[in-house]
Nanobody, 121 residues
Framework: QVQLVESGGGLVEPGGSLTLSCAAS????????MAWYRQAPGKERELVAV???????NYADSVKGRFTISRDNAKNSVYLQMNTLKPEDTAVYYC???????????????WGKGTLVTVSS
């Protein structure tokens, strides 16, 4: 079984910074893309940033220039450095990974339980 565990959420003032971490554990063959999503109250879950296994990245327009996604493949981990936070960044942030459990098996999506980020003065 694959587990994703996020950490690093909390309360921060507007303009502040936070770093989220997510580590994958369990038995699996490989991890493809890793990503961060978020879901604000009353809104649908949206993609924030994605990092492929080849280290290319992509960001939602709303976070470009403020957030940075990075991976440590040796630790099966992904991070989200969030700078210049705004109240509209308030949401539960979820880690997502495309995992191949065994060689040649299909990719399967796994999700963490989420970590709350609140941006408020």
């Amino acid at each position: 079984q694959v587990q994703l565990v996020e950490s690093g959420g909390g309360l921060v003032e507007p303009g502040g910074s936070l770093t989220l971490s997510c580590a994958a554990s369990g038995s699996f063959f490989s991890i493809n893309a890793m990503a961060w999503y978020r879901q604000a109250p009353g809104k649908e879950r949206e993609l924030v940033a994605v990092a492929t296994s080849g280290s290319s990245t992509n960001y939602a327009d709303s976070v470009k220039g403020r957030f940075t996604i990075s991976r440590d493949n040796a630790k099966n981990s992904v991070y989200l450095q969030m700078n210049t936070l705004k109240p509209e960044d308030t949401a539960v942030y979820y880690c997502n990974a495309g995992v191949r459990v065994r060689y040649a098996s299909a990719l399967r999506d796994y999700w963490g339980k989420g970590t709350l980020v609140t941006v408020s003065s």
